[in-house]
């Protein structure tokens, strides 16, 4: 039986009976709207730990002014449901003054930031200023919160996985981030809350996403490194001729999410992309070694 936590009391006094039972704890942070990849991430804390624990919070900290807090879903009754279908043990669903009880609604507001560096500086972080200091922050609390062992995070927000296990590492918190593969739709299309913005026209042409990454991801495995400059122009031609508003970045890097060298692995390599449609902003990669040549 799912049991929903409300208060700091509340996750700290179930986590630490499960301690005093001896159970290892996973954990999914989520911001709710839960779809198939949030719960393919539940499968897997309950599959490598004895009890499995959700966060649901839309943390306001890492919203920039002009974002999508106030419309960003919030479908809290069939998470619950979804959950307990997938019998993950607990889900913590504080209220905003519960974690932020000064009041604080912007990354300005905070008095304490987590702060990682240089991988916050490429990609989506350099088109949402703030943003990953805001998702450290929260989850670094969270983390002190729930105490687990393992944290599950998709690679559809690879950027922010590897940030996190960036943080995890710096501050030498006793946790693993484990990095699970992307959820898509039947066409390709990687599940996302934000997918429920898009109407029938735009549905149809977000997963040419996808498809463009894995064509461009398999023109590097075939030319090498060398040619990723002029791969990245090729897709975002291609994505803005299939129909997208606008294209933030395509870009090439390491796994590390370091700079591409000419003389660089291409099994070292992956692709992203953050593109607008309608109202959605869309993100996607996709890694070189995983597309067949």
Not at 1 to 22: F, N, S, Y
Request: hydrophobic share 40%.
């Amino acid at each position: 039986m799912l049991r929903v936590l409300r208060t700091i009391d509340d996750v700290r006094q179930q986590t630490r009976e499960w301690r005093d039972a001896g159970s290892s704890i996973g954990c999914v942070m989520t911001m709710g709207a839960l779809h198939g990849g949030h719960l393919s991430l539940v499968d897997a804390a309950r599959k490598e730990c004895e009890k499995a624990i959700l966060t649901l919070f839309v943390n306001p900290i890492q919203f920039g002014p002009d974002e999508d807090f106030d419309r960003y879903p919030r479908t809290e009754e069939a998470d619950f449901r979804a959950l307990a279908e997938r019998s993950c043990d607990a889900v913590f669903a504080p209220s905003t003054r519960t974690i932020f009880p000064a009041g604080e609604r912007s990354l300005g507001d905070v008095r304490t930031r987590v702060v990682v560096r240089r991988l916050t500086e490429v990609l989506c972080g350099r088109h949402r200023p703030g943003h990953f200091d805001g998702v450290t922050t929260e989850v670094h609390l969270m983390l002190r919160l729930v105490d687990c062992d393992r944290t599950y995070w998709g690679e559809k927000d690879y950027q922010q996985y590897a940030v996190i296990r960036a943080m995890a590492e710096d501050l030498a918190l006793p946790v693993g981030v484990v990095p699970c593969p992307t959820v898509r739709d039947s066409d390709g299309l990687a599940l996302s809350s934000r997918n429920t913005y898009l109407d029938a026209a735009q549905r149809a042409i977000a997963p040419t996403l996808y498809a463009e990454l894995r064509r461009g991801a398999r023109r590097i495995a075939e030319g090498g490194a060398a040619i990723a400059g002029p791969t990245k122009t090729d897709i975002a031609a291609r994505l803005l001729a299939s129909g997208f508003d606008r294209v933030e970045y395509v870009e090439v890097h390491t796994r590390e999410l370091g700079p591409v060298r000419a003389d660089t692995p291409v099994a070292d390599l992956r692709v992203f992309a953050a593109v607008r449609l309608g109202g959605a902003r869309l993100i996607d990669n996709v890694a070189v070694a995983e597309v067949d040549r």
